[in-house]
């Protein structure tokens, strides 16, 4: 792909600003395992242990948010996940594209010569 541009269906796009670079990483560190653990645990202090009868503070509740916030980040973290991993399969999927064109290039150029 060039620097200057990005072909996409025959349209240019203009250079990603560093801006939409750094947001670009976004999904993939809301849908890394740290943060998914994290959030897990932090579901489990807030959620269950109050659950079980075990006290936490109201600081720790005001902080770490409510459960309705932690399964809410949560599903945000598995809708990155998938969305990171769609974007991975499709690219896979235009790289054996533009091999198979190619090939097919290749055996039409064969055949056309003959």
């Known amino acids: 792909m060039s620097t200057v541009s990005q072909m996409v269906d ?7 600003t560093k ?3 750094v947001l670009g990483y976004v999904p993939r560190a809301l849908s890394s395992k740290p943060h998914i653990v994290f ?8 959620v269950v242990l ?3 009868g075990i006290h936490v503070s109201a600081f720790s509740e005001l902080v770490g948010g409510n459960y309705t916030n932690v ?3 949560l599903g945000a973290c598995i809708a990155a996940g998938g969305t990171v991993h769609l974007i991975s399969k499709n690219r896979e999927h235009r790289r054996e594209i533009e091999k198979l064109h190619e090939l097919i290039g290749e055996i039409h150029e064969k055949v056309t010569a003959e």
């Open 39 to 46: 959030l897990g645990a932090l579901g489990i202090y807030l």
């Open 10 to 16: 025959g349209q240019d796009l203009p250079t990603p």
């Open 50 to 52: 109050p659950l079980a």
């Open 71 to 73: 399964t809410s980040d």
């Open 19 to 21: 801006i939409a670079k």
